[in-house]
């Protein structure tokens, strides 16, 4: 493999059920997987600090795009 740039990498990660849970239905609410989800709370709150990210980031400009903001639940 050498230099070529993986697409994804693997991480395991250790939730509570209750996290889990939230997780799930935040990614519900906005139509994303799971993964996606995380990404975009990643990405928001870099942005939200003032850390750098990458134009190209996976996620970056999808994470704006599909934010929704829903009043009748």
Do not use: Q, W
Request: charged share 30%.
């Amino acid at each position: 493999m050498g230099d070529v740039e993986r697409k994804t990498v693997t991480v395991n990660l250790r939730f509570s059920p209750r996290m889990k849970e939230l997780l799930r239905i935040a990614a519900e609410r906005e139509h994303r997987t799971l993964s996606n989800m995380i990404e975009t709370l990643v990405i928001n709150y870099c942005e939200s600090r003032g850390i750098p990210v990458e134009p190209g980031a996976k996620g970056a400009s999808r994470a704006k795009k599909r934010t929704t903001t829903t009043t009748n639940e």
